[in-house]
């Protein structure tokens, strides 16, 4: 893409390239005196640089003309280096946007139509320069002009192309990151919430009928974390739809709401003793706070009532992230039914270049632990 973007406007090297045919054509009619010259001459010199001003407009059509002009030219003049420059710079742009084919049958036309004129302009006892015909060098010196003009195009024409491939197979990884770092929030969010919903639930079904207040006050809590729930989704839910269309404004989960995250732990009869040590970066607070939220959230489905020590600490360029419950250790691991929690955590702290560990402890409990340099 920068290839492509370091490109000149258009209407510039249109103008470079008619800049470019009246020189041709200047120092063309300005020949030596053993050129002829005269009003026919001078027509066909100034029309045979037409195809080089308009070259980038109609690159076909200023080609197949450029090699008839300049046999039009040789017949009348024995200029032979005006028509090949204006063939070899007409091919060029045929070469860069046109299939290898049709660039291809343009340059072999090129070389036996404009090598052809020229040995018929050469007609006559051949002169030696180094032991070598003048045509021979003529006629070699034309194609190889003609075929590295050519060549050159080709590769700019190749290289544009991996350009625009590799833009495309980024712009595909990056979707795909991205659908894969929405899915995984989608998980954290709805993991969390439905456990703390499922929790609550089942304690207002217990006491509502002999506690009503504290029935009521689950209830409350079931609907602020569904409604706070349901705006996270429909945040990410909205970067998926058609493109061009803007997600609703959400802000990402900072560090600060990790105190709201304990009090629901608590509530769902897991007690949460949450420590942070040192300055987190804005930007890897909501991968802090996920790997937080969903290892507590663990601990809430699968060992609640429990004990819980969460710790961040950031030391010697370092940030350490410790979630460690003292509950029966249990939990659904990487590759296994339900296991896409322990996997997401691990993916986040593999985004930054970290190491992750989950597993039991070897008495009691299950630790999840994540680290990784901080730039």
Partial sequence: MNLLARRP???????????????LALASTASPPELTTNAVTTALCWLVAVP???RRVWPEPAYYSAILLGIAVLSVQANRLMPTVVVALAIYPVATGRPVWRSAIALVSGL????????????????????????VVILGTAWLVLAASWS?????RTRREFAARDARRQAEQAATDERLRIARELHDVVAHSMSMITVKAGVAAKVLDK???????????IEEIGRGSLAEMRHFLGALRAPGSAPDSTPLPRLADLPSLARQAAEAGVQVDLSVNGTVPDSMAPAVYRILQEAITNVVKHAAPAHCQA????????????????????????GRPGGHGLAGMRERALLYGGTFEAGPLPERGFGVHASWEIP
């Fill in 112 to 135: 036996l139509v404009n090598g052809g004129s020229l040995l018929v302009s050469m007609s006559g006892p051949a002169q030696y320069s180094n032991g070598w015909p003048d045509p």
């Fill in 311 to 334: 710790g961040v600490s950031v030391a010697d360029g370092r940030l350490r992230i410790s979630v460690v419950d003292d509950g029966p250790g249990q939990r659904m691991l990487p």
């Fill in 152 to 156: 050159l195009g080709t590769a700019a």
């Fill in 211 to 221: 506690h009503p207040e504290e029935g009521r006050k689950a209830l409350r809590a």
């Fill in 9 to 23: 406007p258009p209407w510039l090297l249109i103008l470079a390239d008619t800049v470019v045919a009246v020189l």
């Fill in 52 to 54: 080089v001003a308009v």
